[in-house]
């Protein structure tokens, strides 16, 4: 019990003193440019607003989809050594499949296609 409180203090006296240094050692120059609010180098005049192809959202979910099968997919090594190694392969198999169609047809209806 003692251990773990020594812990503990030392922690957060570690965090107190990074998070002191941050607030003190840093030196601020503000100037106009260092203000405005649009820090990114995009002019703070014009309309904030510009338009995003509907592509660019199709891959990023198409992005997100396959990166959760790989994720779904991860635990299949040991599936096959839990459970009968039949099972999870033809399950994994069918998902891949069902995945790969999905993927042809986005590629035939030019769905990946950054051109118009």
């Not at 409180?5 to 607030?23: D, E, N, P, W, Y």
Request: with cysteine; charged share 10%.
């Amino acid at each position: 019990m003692f251990n773990l409180t020594i812990v503990f203090l030392t922690v957060i006296l570690v965090a107190a003193i990074i998070t002191a240094a941050a607030h003190i050692l840093p030196q601020r120059n503000v100037n106009a440019e260092k203000s405005s609010p649009y820090e990114c180098g995009s002019d703070p005049l014009n309309s904030a607003r510009i338009p995003f192809s509907f592509r660019f959202f199709l891959v990023a979910i198409l992005f997100l989809l396959f990166d959760l099968e790989i994720a779904l997919l991860f635990p299949l090594p040991t599936a096959i050594f839990v459970f009968n190694p039949i099972t999870p392969t033809v399950l994994t198999l069918l998902f891949t499949v069902i995945l790969l169609v999905g993927l042809i047809f986005e590629w035939i209806n030019g769905g990946l296609d950054w051109a118009e």
